[in-house]
């Protein structure tokens, strides 16, 4: 027997019955919120990607670099907004897919229950706060010259000094301790367990901020390898991904060592680069 079968939805119109139907299965629901917003977001990021074939993003970015426009930034702003959906809600899986089993397995006691879809809500609220904190970081950097008209670093030691901070926070106590709510979400969800729409919508954003303090150094190697590098982006978004469904500290840890010996390699070059007798 299906989930939707052990509800009784035959006193409903014929249109209630399927949304109720749906609303039956918040597992389903779970996976259909996860898959449509990062869909969303790698297609946002496609057509961004169409666009700077031609020029058009680059030309942007040197207009934006002499004068802030509110469609440029917007521009920027929506860009930052895809890439968040498109790296992060693939890691909010399992967290989500959780919530949706505890919620299942209270609806079948007949208690009262609130869509997954809310959940995700108050996480994506927290990425988009990023988004939107990264935009200003963008247009900051741009303006002092740390970024080029390609949105690329314009500075070896720029980014040798991300890539060596966001290997430095690998080892730091806050994310030990954040990614090892975002690994074990269950005792979260069923110490503070609720169920309106509000309170749902909080636990979402606290689960948000513990995978923003989980993962926004990453986040910020971006800046060092280009904004618009789709490569990085997926090599990141799959990093992230593995590195919460994983137990210990090992990948965490090797993680950091590989962006530290990599900082220290930008460092490096970019010294030698002005070194007497070095490359112009």
Not at 50 to 64: E, F, K, P, W, Y
Not at 86 to 99: C, D, F, G, Q, R
Not at 234 to 255: D, H, P, S, Y
Request: one cysteine or more; proline letters at 4%; a positive charge.
């Amino acid at each position: 027997m299906t989930e939707a079968a052990d509800r009784d939805l035959n006193h409903l119109p014929p249109a209630q019955s399927r949304l109720g139907a749906l609303f039956a299965r918040p597992k389903a629901m779970a996976v259909g919120c996860v898959v449509a917003l990062a869909a969303l977001g790698w297609s946002y990021l496609a057509l961004l990607a169409a666009a700077n074939s031609n020029g058009l993003i680059d030309a942007l970015c040197r207009a934006m670099a002499v004068e802030v426009t509110l469609g440029g930034t917007a521009l920027i702003a929506l860009m930052w907004a895809a890439m968040t959906l498109a790296m992060m809600l693939p890691s909010a899986a399992p967290m989500i897919y959780t919530y949706a089993e505890i919620a299942d397995t209270a609806a079948k006691k007949g208690e009262r229950i609130v869509s997954p879809f809310v959940l995700a809500a108050g996480y994506t609220t927290v990425w988009l706060g990023f988004a939107a904190l990264a935009t200003a970081a963008q247009l900051a950097l741009t303006r002092l010259a740390f970024l080029d008209e390609s949105m690329a670093s314009a500075s070896g030691l720029f980014s040798g000094a991300v890539f060596i901070a966001a290997g430095l926070y690998q080892f730091s106590a806050l994310k030990l301790a954040c990614l090892t709510q975002c690994r074990n979400p269950f005792p979260f969800f069923f110490t503070n367990w609720a169920t309106t729409p509000r309170g749902v919508f909080r636990l979402g954003v606290k689960q948000g901020l513990f995978c923003l303090g989980c993962c926004w150094a990453m986040m910020a190697v971006m800046f060092a390898v280009g904004v618009m590098n789709v490569v990085w982006m997926v090599a990141l978004g799959i990093l992230m991904t593995v590195e919460k469904m994983t137990t210990g500290r090992w990948l965490t840890q090797a993680l950091g060592v590989a962006l530290i010996v990599a900082g220290t390699g930008f460092v490096v070059f970019a010294f030698a680069a002005h070194w007497p007798g070095g490359a112009t």
